[in-house]
């Protein structure tokens, strides 16, 4: 076992109650915080409940009391932070190229399918028998979906609110896929 009391915290550069939080020297007050942040985070992701972040709206008071709790601790860690971490600073056309660079492979690795006359940006247009296939899976989705919502929809706690605004989205998602599936197959009618 090593000497922590020669360290300073990672966070604050504090030398006082240094102990080891995932394998850094922490002081009382930043492990504190660390681990008020980690309970509220593990309640929210216990009931599925939205992510902590910049709003404290809750359905009931344990959430609202773990969120305020959460935003506290990160506003203390916030404020005695001694250094900002160091970030590779890359300028966005690098980005850009490297992401270009690496679809290029994939997309030439594909067998061209026959173009359009109309099509000159290089992508191809899927046939109506895959439109089809595409629109079937969905509505089996479709349907598996409500008869989970359905079930979720009795559930009057917390994680079933949750549940049914997962699955509504889900839905809703389908159903804007459908339409699109829908708007393309008309554009491969002849005018």
Not at 86 to 110: D, E, F, L, M, Y
Not at 115 to 141: F, H, Y
Request: glycine content about 6%; proline content about 5%.
């Amino acid at each position: 076992m090593t000497d922590l009391t020669s360290h300073v915290c990672v966070w604050c550069s504090s030398t006082e109650d240094i102990a080891e939080l995932r394998g850094e020297p922490r002081c009382g007050r930043c492990r504190t915080a660390e681990q008020t942040i980690a309970a509220a985070r593990e309640f929210v992701g216990l009931y599925g409940l939205r992510p902590l972040g910049g709003s404290l709206a809750s359905e009931d008071e344990e959430e609202h009391e773990h969120r305020v709790a959460a935003r506290e601790a990160r506003v203390l860690l916030n404020q005695t932070r001694s250094q900002t971490p160091t970030r590779s600073k890359s300028k966005p056309g690098q980005r850009v190229a490297t992401r270009t660079a690496t679809n290029a492979p994939k997309a030439s690795s594909k067998t061209p399918a026959p173009k359009t006359q109309n099509d000159k940006s290089g992508v191809t247009r899927p046939d109506r028998a895959e439109l089809m296939s595409r629109a079937k899976n969905l509505l089996a989705q479709l349907a598996e979906i409500e008869e989970r919502l359905t079930v979720a929809q009795k559930d009057s706690g917390l994680s079933g609110k949750a549940k049914v605004s997962d699955l509504t989205a889900k839905r809703d998602s389908i159903l804007r896929t459908l339409a699109a599936l829908e708007k393309a197959n008309r554009a491969l009618e002849p005018a």
